[in-house]
Structures are given as structure tokens and as C-alpha cells.
């Protein structure tokens, strides 16, 4: 005859033997609805759009709506095909700690999204290690940002498995400068870096709109405007 009563004891013993199904259960469920919600929403075609995700354990993109707006209306004087910019909070904290933080991302870059990063350490270190960090050194070379003295992050990554030979490049620039991130209570700029997705797909337009971000930022050009949180189009 089965055993129907109902204890402490064997519900804590069922915990202990199956704990692990039910959380793998519930990380791909997050991750597959996720996917889903990612590649079904109504948008704008991500070539026409610059997508900045504010990758940290807490972030506020109300604030930047009116740099948002500042980028969209003087980007589209290069890019006539833009039509939107958007900051977005991406919540991300140490990977060993918080599966999630890393699944989520995973589905984003997987789909192409996200343009620009504000990222913190372990942000960095995650889009770093996906491959995901485009090379700024001939950009910044060419006077990308150079008026702002935005100190460069290297990296160094393996780029021969076989034979086990590195290269190092500038994966970032760091933000501690960029205070009005903090004062507007958007972001928290110390110890976070500035990347530029590698697998976007409008870079160029990308990182022109970043110029006007940093400018207004950097010289005070901006307001807060919380009362919306709509993308910018």
C-alpha cells in the first residue's frame, strides 16, 4: 500500500534528492522565455537602432531619456536610417553566484542584441570571455573619445587554442570620470568600463552616437526625465 500521510520528514528528504531537477528546471524556463520574449516583441529592426545596456546589479535608464533623445535626434544627421536609441538595465552580478545574470546576457548576445555596454567588472569579464568586446585600439587611435582622457582597459585572451598563443587589445574604457552616471542616480560609474558590442550591427553608427553620450555627460548636457520609461523613437 502506498504511503499517502503527509510529514516534515519526508518532504525535506524529496528536497534533498531532487533539489537539483527543480533548479535546473527553473533556469531553463528563465532561459527559454527569455529567448522567446526577446525574439518575438515588437521593435524596431536592430540595424536602425542603438541598443545601451546598463549591465550592473541596479540600474535606472529613466534618467538618460533625454541623452537618449540628444543621440537619436543628432545621430540621425549621419545615419538617416536610425530611428531609435534606447538604454535598457541588463542586471548582472558575479556569475558563480547568479546563473541567471549570465543566461540572460547569453540570450541577448545571442539574438544580436545590445550595441553598447556600461558594464561593470564582471559584466566586462563575461563579454570579454564571449568574444563579445570589439577592439578599440585603432578607434581610439583615430581620436575616438581622446578629448575625454577615458582611461583604455587591455585585455589579454587566448587566440591560438593549439598552440596557445595570446593577444592583447583594449576591450574598454573605464567610466570612473563619467560622474554624472552616478549624480543621476542612472548608474554607478565607478569601477565600470565602456564596451562596444563586437557582434553589432550598426558599429559605426554605434560609436558616433556614443561621442554625443559621453560629450553630454561629460560636459552637462542633460536633464533627468523620468516620467516615460518608452524607448526613444
Request: glycine share 6%; charged share 20%; hydrophobic share 40%.
Amino acid at each position: 500500500m502506498p504511503i499517502t500521510k503527509f510529514s516534515w520528514a519526508r518532504l525535506r528528504e524529496h528536497i534533498r534528492k531532487f533539489l537539483w531537477i527543480y533548479l535546473v528546471g527553473i533556469v531553463v524556463c528563465l532561459f527559454g522565455s527569455n529567448l522567446i520574449w526577446t525574439m518575438t516583441r515588437p521593435q524596431v529592426p536592430i540595424e536602425q537602432a542603438v541598443l545601451v545596456y546598463m549591465a550592473d546589479a541596479y540600474s535606472n535608464p529613466d534618467p538618460l531619456n533625454g541623452i537618449a533623445q540628444d543621440m537619436l535626434v543628432r545621430g540621425q544627421e549621419f545615419d538617416e536610417t536610425l530611428q531609435q536609441v534606447e538604454f535598457q538595465s541588463l542586471q548582472f552580478t558575479d556569475p558563480n553566484t547568479d546563473y541567471t545574470s549570465s543566461m540572460v546576457m547569453m540570450a541577448r548576445l545571442s539574438t544580436g542584441e545590445g550595441d553598447v555596454f556600461l558594464a561593470n567588472e564582471d559584466a566586462l569579464n563575461y563579454l570579454i570571455g564571449s568574444g563579445a568586446a570589439l577592439p578599440l585600439d585603432d578607434y581610439v587611435a583615430n581620436g575616438w573619445l581622446s578629448q575625454y582622457d577615458l582611461e583604455p582597459y587591455y585585455a589579454t585572451v587566448v587566440a591560438d587554442e593549439e598552440t596557445g598563443e595570446t593577444e592583447t587589445f583594449m576591450a574598454a574604457l573605464r567610466l570612473d570620470e563619467v560622474d554624472a552616471l552616478l549624480e543621476l542616480e542612472a548608474f554607478n560609474n565607478e569601477g565600470a568600463y565602456l564596451v562596444i558590442a563586437s557582434n553589432g550591427t550598426n558599429i559605426e553608427t554605434s560609436m558616433k552616437t556614443v561621442e554625443i553620450m559621453i560629450e553630454d555627460l561629460m560636459e552637462g548636457n542633460y536633464h533627468v526625465s523620468a516620467e516615460s520609461t518608452e524607448p526613444v523613437t
